[in-house]
């Protein structure tokens, strides 16, 4: 159960706090990207939660440029053949909504039946712009996700989308996600953030306290980054380094400059550590069976 003191009470809470910060972007006049429909989906109580969390509204820019460079990711698929979009425990996530998608793009939201039920509630009166199918599963059930992933597979290419998910999961459930996305949906990309034990202990501190308070604890974060999932047929298309990212957006943390210059003063692969402490992973499977 959820402790009083914590504004987040589970998982699907941080949708609605990382939907507050989707349009405290939009809301800007130099916006890099546009959801209209965010602060609605965000409510009173992602308003909450940005308010409780350490941080608060400066705490944004992760999760911004994220957005942004998952959107260019998104949009990129599809012009290159993608034909199914699977978006796992897809949250408040509105693309099909605000994204020039192709008509015929098949996309696929899926979440828990309460997160699903208030998104559509909250969505009625809008209309996507490709052929939206919602999907209510548990995906932590193997029989439930692999009925959700055989449904995935009947029309591809099939990029998938987990964003924001990965670093809520132990890592078996993420190997068990990896083999059943090919074996099963025959997904050709995967698109999603990737952490890192650098990023975990660094928020250990700062934000795991009230998520883990809230049964919503940050898990998988693979020393191997990427290279977690080669022994599963998946290779590394593209790392976007959240750090990177933020200074080509102009959406850099405060202070930034301070840790860009002592940044300067450390080795060469202890600045290539620290570029890849969080970022936008695109893998691509290589077609042979999972082990």
Same mark, same amino acid.
């Given at each position: ?29 130099? $916006? ?42 998104? =949009? ?12 796992? $425990? ?14 015929? =793009? ?10 699903? %039920? ?12 490709? %052929? ?7 995906? @932590? ?11 995935? %597979? ?39 953030? =990737? ?52 200074? @080509? ?26 570029? @890849? ?15």
């Amino acid at each position: 159960m959820a402790n009083n003191d914590s504004p987040i009470r589970n998982v699907s809470d941080t949708a609605l706090w990382v939907a507050i910060y989707r349009a405290m972007e939009s809301e800007r006049p130099d $916006a890099i990207f546009r959801d209209p429909y965010a602060r609605r989906l965000g409510g009173e109580r992602g308003e909450a939660i940005v308010a409780n969390m350490p941080g608060g509204k400066a705490g944004s820019w992760p999760m911004v440029v994220r957005t942004a460079v998952m959107d260019e990711i998104v =949009l990129r698929c599809v012009q290159q053949g993608a034909k199914t979009v699977l978006n796992l $425990a897809a949250g408040l996530d509105a693309r099909p909504y605000r994204l020039d998608l192709p008509a015929d =793009l098949r996309w696929l939201h899926v979440d828990l039946p309460d997160m699903l %039920a208030y998104f559509r509630d909250n969505m009625v009166n809008d209309t996507p712009r490709c %052929a939206l199918e919602f999907i209510a599963a548990d995906l @932590r059930e193997a029989d439930a996700r692999r009925e959700v992933f055989t449904k995935a %597979a009947g029309h591809g290419p099939v990029l998938v989308i987990t964003e924001g998910l990965l670093v809520y999961l132990e890592s078996g459930q993420v190997v068990d996600l990896a083999r059943d996305l090919t074996s099963i949906a025959g997904v050709r990309w995967w698109l999603s953030d =990737l952490a890192s034990p650098m990023l975990l202990k660094f928020l250990a501190k700062r934000w795991q306290p009230k998520l883990s308070a809230g049964n919503a604890p940050f898990r998988f974060g693979p020393a191997e980054g990427t290279a977690f999932f080669a022994p599963f047929g998946w290779r590394e298309l593209e790392f976007r380094s959240s750090w990177t990212e933020s200074w @080509r957006l102009n959406r850099t943390m405060r202070g930034a400059w301070v840790w860009r210059l002592l940044g300067m003063l450390r080795s060469r692969k202890n600045r290539e550590a620290a570029q @890849r402490m969080s970022g936008i992973m695109l893998l691509e499977h290589n077609g042979n069976s999972p082990q």
